[in-house]
Structures are given as C-alpha cells and as structure tokens.
C-alpha cells in the first residue's frame, strides 16, 4: 500500500513529463518513464513499526543497493528513495525539513548527511555525477488501521494536483476515492508478472474523467423510466466510461465532431446545439463505445446519449486537465 502512495506521490510530482509508470518493473519498485524517453527510479521503503528512526539506516542502505544498479542504465534521470520515516537516515542524522513529509535533493542535505551517503555510495562504485540525481522522500503513511490517518498526506497531494487542474472545487471528484482508484491501479499493476505492462498518463488520468461524468439514479433523465431498466443502463454505463479502451481518443473525437457541428448549427444557444448533435449523432459512437448492434435499443440509446451529454458538458473541464498534465489530442 505503501509503495502503491509512493508510485502516486512521484507521478504526481512528474506528471508533466511522464508518459507511463510500473510498480514492480524489471528493475525497481517504481519505474517512471519520461517524454524525452529517460527513467526515473524509485525505491519505496516503509517503516511498519510504531517507532520513528528504527532500522531505518538498513532500510536505506538496502535501497541504495538497488539504486546504485540502476545509475549504470544509459536511461537514468532520477534516483529517489521514498519512505514513510521522518528520520530518512537515521536519528543521528534529524533534518526537520522531513518531518511529516518532504523532498530533498542530494544537494539540499545536510553536509553530515552528504557524507554518510557518500561513504555508503561510493563503496557500491556509484560516482559523484550518480549523486548527483539522488534525491530523499519522506511520504507521511502510518500501518494503523484507520485509513483516513493511513492516507493523509498522499490525499493532500491528490488535492494539490485536482486545485492545479482546475477542479478542487468539484465534489464529484473526490481525493480519497480518487486515491483509492489509483492505488488499486498500482496495485494491479505490480500483481502483473509481465513488467514491460505499464501505466500510461492516459490510464492515470481517465478516473478523473470518470469521476466528472458519473450519473446515478436521481438523474433527471431517468425520471419517466422504470427502475429495472434504470438499474441496466446504470450497469452499463458504468462498465463502458470506466474500461472504455480508446479512452481520450474518443474524447476528442466526440468534442472535435462536436465543434464541427456547432459550426454549421444554427442553434441558438450551446445547450441546444449539445442536444440536437446527440439526438442526431448517437448511434455513430456505437461501435467506439463497445456497445455491440445489440445495444442500438433503449439502453444502447440511453448510454451513449448520456456518455455524449456528460462528455460535452465537462468539455472545457478535461480540456483543461489535458494541458494540465500536458497530454497532448
């Protein structure tokens, strides 16, 4: 669980230049891929004991084994240690700044601090330039049973990124359930034996997506229909925005078809342009919906009618998010 907050917590933090991510990957326990096709190596070490500084020297000294392995990979960015001990190297070593979380680079540590890692570095033949990309991580997480305490500060950090793209302020998107998604993601994703399986940022972005265009049962558009029927095309519904396969692809593709109409529409305003593509367009996304011939009846109907609606209402909201996380059409 921790690992799965940690591998959030970094993605995050490179959101704009990550492409995909692996827990568990070939390597290491985190595995970031860059844009410019570099890596970015984790190593997440929790304390599961109550008390803080405990076997936390051994901790980073088995984490730098592995990290001073992957500083010989041609692709190296970053070499980062994560853990959940305020006393990252020890208590003889206190740096407040990671008291209760925090970042440093190799060269914001104290000189004490540069030295003992040296000493331990240099035995595993790394090189002053390898230190150079080390950087320390403190991730407040606690092994206690309550989940709320447990998942604190990696919440925090999911909130910082929903303000950053511009809808803290939206309750359907909440951090916890949010982070919930994410860790199950990871989760999975470390479960796969084959670890060339990554996550792209399209697959870490698209809960958001599906947060923003939830429907439920007090939807107003299924207030003439009986609750059996209600009940299908809720199922279905959830099942197509949650494992849609093209994902952003179809996105753009509904919001570019869209704009297209909206061009040659003589409506008078944007709602009853949004209503009349959908009432005339629906059955042309079908197919991208993974809704089989089959599901052309009421609740094929309804399920794309209101995939198209919510997609188009939260328009401007995931155009937003996209250049947020700088993810391109």
Same mark, same amino acid.
């Given at each position: 669980?921790?690992?799965?907050?940690?591998?959030?917590a970094?993605?995050?933090?490179?959101?704009?230049?990550?492409?995909a991510?692996?827990?568990?990957?070939?390597?290491?326990?985190?595995e970031?891929?860059?844009?410019?096709?570099?890596?970015?190596?984790?190593?997440?070490?929790?304390?599961?004991?109550?008390?803080?500084?405990?076997?936390?020297?051994?901790?980073?000294?088995?984490?730098?084994?592995?990290l001073?392995?992957?500083?010989?990979?041609?692709?190296?960015?970053?070499?980062?240690?994560?853990?959940?001990?305020?006393?990252?190297?020890?208590?003889?070593?206190?740096?407040?700044?990671?008291?209760?979380?925090?970042?440093?680079?190799?060269?914001?540590?104290?000189?004490?601090?540069?030295?003992?890692?040296?000493?331990?570095?240099?035995?595993?033949?790394?090189?002053?330039?390898?230190?150079?990309?080390?950087?320390?991580?403190?991730?407040?997480?606690?092994?206690?049973?309550?989940?709320?305490?447990?998942?604190k500060?990696?919440?925090?950090?999911?909130?910082?990124?929903?303000?950053?793209?511009?809808?803290?302020?939206?309750?359907?998107?909440?951090?916890?359930?949010?982070?919930?998604?994410?860790?199950?993601?990871?989760?999975?994703?470390?479960?796969?034996?084959?670890?060339?399986?990554?996550?792209?940022?399209?697959?870490?972005?698209?809960?958001?997506?599906?947060?923003?265009?939830?429907i439920?049962e007090?939807?107003?558009?299924?207030?003439?229909?009986?609750?059996?029927?209600?009940?299908?095309?809720?199922?279905?519904?959830?099942?197509?925005?949650?494992?849609?396969?093209?994902?952003? #692809?179809? =996105?753009? %593709?509904? +919001?570019?078809?869209?704009?297209? @109409?909206?061009?040659?529409?003589? !409506? &008078?305003?944007?709602?009853?342009?949004?209503a009349?593509?959908?009432?005339?367009?629906?059955?042309?996304?079908?197919?991208?919906?993974?809704?089989?011939?089959?599901?052309?009846?009421?609740?094929? #109907?309804? =399920?794309? %009618?209101? +995939?198209?609606?919510?997609?188009? @209402?939260?328009?401007?909201?995931? !155009? &937003?998010?996209?250049?947020?996380?700088?993810?391109?059409?």
């Amino acid at each position: 669980e921790f690992q799965a907050n940690a591998a959030i917590a970094l993605f995050i933090r490179n959101i704009e230049e990550a492409d995909a991510v692996r827990v568990e990957g070939a390597r290491d326990d985190i595995e970031i891929t860059l844009s410019n096709g570099r890596t970015i190596f984790g190593q997440a070490k929790a304390r599961a004991g109550i008390e803080p500084g405990k076997d936390s020297t051994t901790r980073f000294s088995d984490a730098l084994q592995t990290l001073a392995e992957d500083a010989l990979v041609d692709s190296c960015a970053q070499l980062i240690y994560v853990t959940n001990d305020d006393y990252p190297l020890g208590r003889s070593l206190d740096l407040s700044t990671f008291h209760g979380g925090g970042y440093l680079s190799f060269d914001e540590l104290t000189p004490a601090m540069q030295e003992y890692i040296k000493e331990k570095a240099f035995a595993l033949c790394m090189t002053e330039d390898d230190l150079t990309k080390l950087s320390i991580m403190v991730l407040g997480f606690s092994s206690g049973k309550d989940p709320e305490t447990r998942h604190k500060n990696i919440r925090a950090q999911v909130r910082d990124l929903l303000y950053k793209l511009e809808i803290g302020i939206h309750g359907s998107v909440n951090d916890g359930a949010l982070r919930d998604q994410w860790g199950l993601l990871f989760q999975e994703n470390a479960g796969n034996t084959d670890t060339t399986v990554v996550l792209s940022k399209e697959d870490f972005i698209w809960p958001i997506v599906v947060m923003l265009c939830r429907i439920g049962e007090d939807d107003a558009v299924f207030l003439d229909y009986e609750d059996d029927l209600v009940q299908d095309v809720l199922r279905e519904y959830d099942s197509i925005i949650e494992y849609q396969t093209q994902r952003f #692809e179809l =996105v753009t %593709k509904i +919001i570019v078809d869209f704009k297209d @109409y909206k061009t040659q529409s003589d !409506s &008078a305003t944007l709602g009853d342009a949004r209503a009349r593509f959908i009432e005339l367009h629906w059955r042309n996304y079908i197919e991208d919906l993974g809704l089989d011939a089959a599901s052309s009846n009421e609740i094929g #109907e309804i =399920v794309s %009618k209101r +995939i198209l609606q919510k997609i188009l @209402y939260r328009q401007r909201t995931i !155009s &937003a998010i996209k250049r947020g996380v700088n993810l391109a059409d």
